[in-house]
Every structure is written in structure tokens, then in C-alpha cells.
């Protein structure tokens, strides 16, 4: 081939090949144009989804801030937040009469005690009451053993002066139980209360170095106190079933510990001797009143020196006065003459009369003052046994001296004991005999066993003929 034939075919060829790399190149610029146009439409849709995501965000916070502003507009009602009740704490009396009524209450209607306990004290703030009423309740049920600790333990003695002290205010063993030393039997019929004679001869002396010391002998001796009780059967109709819970637990308190604690003050203050296995003596025998100097200011204050001397005399360590509200509300009204001022009103506001403090009770003699060293003084009460029958036969008889009457009063022997036997013979009788299941009665039995003395004599001093 000739050489410019061979140069214009190659030529040719290499325009050809030119021509194709330019068409490739601008296929590439091309596609690279779409590519771009591609990449930002994507981006552009991107974005577009963003701006609906914060669209639907701000139609939500919409939606929430128009939730708000009607909630904020609507009434508001303002509530006390719940405040837990406090735990109560019933007196000792109100424990003792609501296990009595639910003995009762199971004797009259078979109501389970449980049940009883829990519509006199309920709810939440009760439960240690409804717990100290059960405990009581098995105290009284089984007394033999009252002396295990948990179960009846709690109600020794000492709890027992306490239902007084608490009770009734008005009586003397109710204030005294405070003052004077506990007793506390534990079951046992006697206790022995070492004592040291009135007359004291221990006083020390001032010694000089190498000097002997003084020797003394002291008195002492023991005083024994006994475990007696007192007791009393009162029938009751069935009919009481039909009387309120709480209205029973109130006659029950009312008829077993203000009758008792009266009675105790009149037996601890009379003045008769001990009878032996039957009562302690009161703390009257063996004292002879002195009788009361005048009604006048001058008188009043003579009477008072006496009782005071008469404290100073024993070294009292707890002397207290024991007389009667009306004396004391006559006291406050005396006034000096010409002045109208009263020396004993401001004192016994205090209570305190003639540098002593007093006990006023209902149960002293109207016309009597006594006064007394607590601190020598000796109480047991303890634990009581109460029970119920509703089928017993019973000898309706009273110890009130009218007939048909028991022989003897207050302190009932063997002597003066009835059964049911000598019903008929009963002097100024027959006596009445009444079967309780015939009359659909119950028998409420009631055994207080209680005892008291002084450590030394001359424990207490008296008035007598008092018209202050």
C-alpha cells in the first residue's frame, strides 16, 4: 500500500477514535448531570421528611398546651391529705369492765368474746386496746395463772391499783393507791413487811481521830399482812342482753369498781379489829379522835397544828390530809374579819392545807379529818375472779342488818354464813330462794382479794366534831 494511502487510513481511524472517546466523555458529563440532579432531589426529600417530622412535633406541643389550658381552667377542689389516726390508749377501768361484759355477753347470747372486744374498740387505733381487753379477759377467766408473764402477768397488783387510782377520784384508795406502798401477792396468802420501831436511835455522832465510835441498837420488827378478799353476787334478768355494747360496759364499771372502791374506803377507814382469815383491821382501831377545837379561823388553824404536831411526831415522811369536799369548799369561803380576805383559799387551790397536802374525797365523814403517813401505808388489790352462772340456785340474802337478814355484816364467817338448806330457818325468814334458770337470771359473782395496814402504829391521827 502506498505510503499516503496508508497515513489517511490511519488518520481516518484515529478522527474515529477521537470521535468516540468525545462521545464517551460527553455520556459521562451526562450521567454525572443526572447524577447531581439525582442527589439533590434526594437531598431535597430529605429534607422535606424533616420538616414533617417538626411539623408533626409542633402539632403535638399544640395539641398538649391546649390539654393544659383547659385543665388550668377548670374548678379546683382542695383536699386535707389523710392523717393517720393515733393509736388510743384506754384506762385500765374501761379494760377491766369491757372483759367483765364480754364474759357476760358470751353467758347471756353465746357472742364470741372476740367479737364483743371488737365492736366496743374498733379499728385500726384500738388494736392495743382490743389486745389488753383479751389479755384482762383471760386474767379474770383462769387466775391460777395470772402470775405468767404475757398472759396475765400484767394484771398483778400493781395494775389493779391502778383501775382504782384511775376510776374514781372521789374515793380514798383511788388516791392513796398513788401514795402509799404497793402489795403484791402473786397468789401468795401472806407477805411479812420488815419494819423499824418509831422510836429510831441510829443518829451518828462526831468522832475525834483514834476516838471509838458509838455503838447502837436499833428496833426492828415485822409486820405480816394477809391476803383476804371481799365478794358479792348480784343477779342480773337476761333481758340486759338487749342493752347496747358500749351501755354495758358502762354498767359493768360503774357497779363493780365504784361499789368496790367505796366499800374499801369504809372498811379501811372504820374502826374495827382484824378478824382473822376475814378482813384487816381499819386503820381506825386503836386511834381515838380528838375532838375539833371550834368553827372560827383560830380554831381551824389550832386543829390543823394538832394534825401537823401529830405527823412531826412519827416523822412522817408522807403525810397527807384526808377530808371532805364540803369542808373544803367551806374552808375557801372563811374569811378574816374586817378584811374579807380568805387564809385558805390560795392553799387549798394548790392542795395543800395547813403545809400538807390533802385528799378530798366523797367517802370521808363529813364531820371527821384525818391525817396520815402514806409512806407507812400498805395496799394489795389483786387480781380479781369474776364469773357467771345462769343455772345456780341462790339464797337471796343481804348482810344489811334488816330481816331476813345474815347474821353478821360486812365480815361474814362461818357463823354467819346461809346455804341454801337453812334458807328456812333464817330468823325473821324464810329467806327467798331463787333458781336462775326458772327465772332466766344470771349470776354475776365478784371476788376482790384486798388487804391493807400500817408498818408501825400510830400511823394515823384524827378529828372528830369538825363543823369548819
Known sequence: MAPNSLYRNTARAESKEAREVARRAEADRENIKQRAKTAALLETLEKGKEFDGLAAEIRTTISLLGEIKAFASRPVELKQPAVPKTAKYAKPNSILAAAVAAKLKQRLDHTAPEDFINSVYKGPENRLNRDRVSRALKAMTDPATTTRVGFGHELTSTALGEWFSTKDATTIVSRLSKMAHVLDFQGANA???PKRAANRTLDAAFVEEGATLPVKQDQYGSAPFFRNKMGVISTLSNDIMRVSRPEIVTLVEEAILTDTAEAIDGFMFD???????VRPAGLLFGVTPVASFGNSIENVLTDLKYLLGEMIAIRARKPVILINPLLVSSLSLKTTTGTGISPFKDDLERGMLGGLPYIAADTMPVDEVYALDADSLFIGIDVPEIDF????????????????????????????????????????????????????????RYVQPVSWGGARMGILSALNGVNW
Open 191 to 193: 407477805l411479812v413487811i
Open 271 to 277: 374502826a374495827n379489829a382484824a378478824v382473822a382469815g
Open 389 to 444: 352462772s345462769n343455772s345456780a340456785s341462790l339464797v337471796m340474802l343481804d348482810d344489811d342488818g334488816t330481816d331476813p337478814t345474815m347474821r353478821e355484816t360486812g365480815a361474814i364467817t362461818n357463823y354467819g354464813s346461809v346455804q341454801v338448806s337453812d334458807a328456812a330457818s333464817v330468823a325473821g325468814g324464810p329467806a327467798q330462794v331463787q333458781s336462775l334458770f326458772q327465772t332466766w337470771s344470771t349470776a354475776m
